[in-house]
């Protein structure tokens, strides 16, 4: 149960400070509006350290399906725990979305394009290519997987693993995340989209259901793939 509330927790955390990074940059009348793409990587890269810094000592902080998978593919994990942090993670996702759309209340009806709302809650691919969206969905976790791995491998001051892993966060979305936004997490892309498709929100659109497979199959083979590949080499 510990692990469990951890992980919605610092799911929970993580959907708070990244979506409202969204949020603050795409909603109007924000004093944060138009804060541009490395406002939000930097961002989420803050919301996944400060959600590590949170209950990392409890569940380790995966707050992520395919880190879970990944380190179970790799060995470094239980297997049989993998539902009930899968689980925790998500239930936090739609709570902290939830959280998001209440702290930015009044800026929904100011909003007119349904797209910039639904913007906030989940990802969308630049140009919609379904085998490219996959791939980029897939190297991007791949990387964020092996990254972890490679970073849980050295010895570091007290303290400092979440701010490297956040480096790591703010580093993908940079780099490789200006192609589908990144998601490298189904939950971060599939709770806040059941919250956004539940929600009361001004003016919301569909839910885009037809993408929404993508950032969650696309992440979890790309985590199994750096699992694999860092076993392979290490």
């Known amino acids: 149960m510990s692990n469990f509330l951890a992980e919605a927790l610092g799911t929970m955390i ?25 406002m ?40 049989a725990q ?57 190297i991007g976790t791949a990387i964020l997987v092996l990254g972890l791995l490679a970073i849980g491998a050295n010895s570091f001051a007290d303290g400092v693993n979440p701010l490297i892993i956040g480096l790591l966060i703010t580093s993908i979305g940079i780099s490789l995340g200006g192609t589908t936004g990144y998601a490298i997490n189904p939950a971060r892309d599939l709770g806040p989209r059941i919250a956004h498709a539940i929600l009361p929100i001004a003016g919301k659109g569909d839910s885009n259901w037809g993408y929404a497979w993508v950032p969650v199959v696309g992440p979890i083979v790309g985590g199994a793939l750096g699992a694999l590949v860092y076993t392979l080499l290490w």
Request: net charge neutral.
């Open 14 to 38: 993580l959907i708070i400070l990244g979506c409202g990074v969204n949020a603050g940059g795409a909603l109007t009348k924000t004093y944060s509006n138009a804060g541009g793409w490395l």
């Open 82 to 138: 993998a539902p009930v942090y899968i689980a925790g993670q998500m239930i936090g996702a739609i709570i902290g979305a939830t959280i998001v759309y209440l702290q930015y209340l009044p800026h929904w009806k100011e909003t007119e394009d349904p797209g910039t709302k639904l913007g906030v809650f989940s990802t969308s691919p630049a140009v919609p290519h379904t085998i490219g969206n996959v791939i980029s969905e897939i």
């Open 40 to 79: 939000g990587a930097v961002g989420w890269g803050l919301a996944v350290m400060i959600a590590i810094f949170a209950v990392g000592q409890v569940s380790g902080a995966h707050i992520n399906p395919a880190v879970t998978i990944g380190l179970a593919v790799a060995g470094k994990f239980d297997w």
